[in-house]
């Protein structure tokens, strides 16, 4: 059984820093991807950022990049986003989820079939 949990969300001012852990168990394949998405009250699931397991292929959706990096420890089966520079419009509920397979890049939420149950993020302004 696949099971994905989050951790590491909370409350924080605007210029600050949050890191989201994601530990992921129960897969046994070579390579998956991992990936970090949110969603907004009102809003749609957007992909964040996602990594793949092997290689550490990284990708960034437009609104975070340069602020926030994606990492994996896979001796501990967890992924990490550090998020710097928090913006009130980067408050949302965020999700990490797993794709069984390798990366596919833009970080499409349709891939991915295995989703913990999400960490608020809120930033204030």
């Known amino acids: 059984e696949v099971q994905v949990v989050e951790s590491g969300g909370g409350l924080v001012q605007t210029g600050g820093s949050l890191r989201l852990s994601c530990v992921a168990s129960?897969?046994?394949?070579?390579?998956?991807?991992i990936g970090w998405f949110r969603q907004a009250p009102g809003k749609e699931r957007e992909g964040v950022s996602c990594i793949s397991r092997r290689d550490n292929i990284t990708y960034y959706g437009a609104s975070v990049e340069g602020r926030f990096t994606i990492s994996s420890d896979n001796a501990e089966n967890t992924v990490y986003l550090q998020m710097n520079s928090l913006k009130p419009e980067d408050t949302a509920v965020y999700y990490c989820a797993v794709d069984g397979d390798p990366l596919q890049r833009p970080c499409n939420r349709l891939r991915y079939e295995y989703w913990g149950q999400g960490t608020q993020v809120t930033v204030s302004s």
């Open positions: 129960g897969l046994f394949v070579d390579d998956y991807s």
